[in-house]
């Protein structure tokens, strides 16, 4: 049979070209999605083939609604080969935090949390699959990188010493590093996680599982609906800005391309690693091994962000 690979956020963006990627290669798509409607659409929209593809529901911003995205996966037989830890919220614009049914802010809850637990309960899914090759790959950015251009912009992710999920991340507390509530820096913030996690997951299983745990920055895909919630102004101007002042931009189409090379090419079958084609795009532009920012590629960091985030989700 074909192999499986799970993709959160499948109905938008990078998430949707990467399920078109993945099913061209062969694959059989579990797009992982809040609303089910909108992600039958999507794949119909950019032609996935029908039998290449099954919706699931999942809010990832529920810890609930996690687990009962894996109990229902389960449920349908399938061995999971390969999981995309993909669908994020950007919210520039909001003033108040939102809050997940537990209580925690959204955006680290949705980009962060969920995602946290989701990769902990299926890691036994992916020790079971016979594949020879499992991967967990989980989206990171430039802009969780203060190290390079694109991630010079203030203001820049700050873990602190965690102080805000030390203190149970629930209201009052809206940051993780328990400081003032700030949206843009939220997004940052829980992408850096994001790829803590990802060297986390490799420092602890790789070698006893012989999983690949990998992450990247596909390039700016200035397109997607990622920056829905941003002034309409900014929306235009932005794939303007990347494509002809930073070069920067990338298409939908490739993003997914990249995304889904990083899934399950041959070439990029390294644990640990996280994987950039730069900032600057080139035609036939290669892809290298970057390293991460001196945050995500904090060891003490990781290993307490994991111990907080398991608490926080109800692991431990
Ligand atoms: P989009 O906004 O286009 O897609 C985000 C996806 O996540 C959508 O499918 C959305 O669902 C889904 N999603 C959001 N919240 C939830 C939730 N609570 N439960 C389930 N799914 C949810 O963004 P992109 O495609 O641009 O971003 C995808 C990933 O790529 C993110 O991790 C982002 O950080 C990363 N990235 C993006 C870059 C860019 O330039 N765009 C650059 C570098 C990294 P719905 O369709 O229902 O809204």
Redesign the pocket.
């Known amino acids: 049979g074909k192999s499986t690979v799970i993709i ?9 070209y990467t399920a078109k990627a993945m099913a061209n290669k062969g694959w059989h798509v579990v797009m ?4 089910l409607e ?2 039958e659409a ?1 794949a119909q929209s950019v032609g996935i083939p029908k039998d290449s593809y099954t919706v699931l529901h ?5 810890l609930d609604s996690v687990r009962q995205f894996v109990n229902n996966f389960r449920a349908s037989g399938k061995s999971l080969d390969a999981l995309l830890c ?5 919210m520039p614009l909001i003033k108040e935090p939102l809050r997940s049914p537990e209580g925690y802010e959204l955006t680290m809850t ?2 962060h949390l ?1 995602h946290f637990l989701l990769c902990n309960l299926l890691l036994e899914d992916l020790k079971k699959s016979p594949h020879g090759d499992r991967r967990l790959v989980i ?5 969780h990188n203060p190290d390079e251009l694109g991630g010079k912009i203030p203001p820049r992710p700050d873990l602190g010493d965690l102080e805000g999920f030390a203190n149970g991340f629930k209201e009052p507390i809206t940051m993780i590093d328990g400081k003032k509530f700030e949206p843009v820096k939220a ?1 940052k913030d829980s ?1 850096v996680c ?1 790829v803590l996690t990802m060297r986390e997951l490799h420092r602890r299983y790789h070698d006893s599982t012989g999983i690949v745990f990998s992450s990247l ?6 397109e ?5 919630n941003h002034y309409p102004l900014f929306q235009k101007i932005f794939p303007i800005f990347q494509k002809y002042i930073t070069g920067g931009y990338v298409s ?1 189409e490739l ?1 997914g391309e990249r995304v889904a090379s990083v899934i399950a090419d041959p070439e990029y079958k390294q644990s640990g690693a996280y994987w950039s084609w730069g900032n600057r795009q080139k035609k036939d532009r290669q892809s290298f091994v970057q390293k991460v920012s001196p945050q995500a590629r904090d060891d003490e960091k990781a290993e307490k962000l994991w111990d907080l985030s398991a608490k926080l989700v109800g692991l431990a």
């Open positions: 959160t956020g499948a109905s938008s963006g990078v998430g949707l992982a999605c809040r609303n909108k992600a999507a999942i809010d990832l911003g529920s993909n669908a994020a919220i950007y949705t980009n969920g989206l990171g950015t430039v802009t997004y992408k994001n920055y596909p390039g700016c895909v200035a997607t609906p990622l920056f829905r939908q993003s």
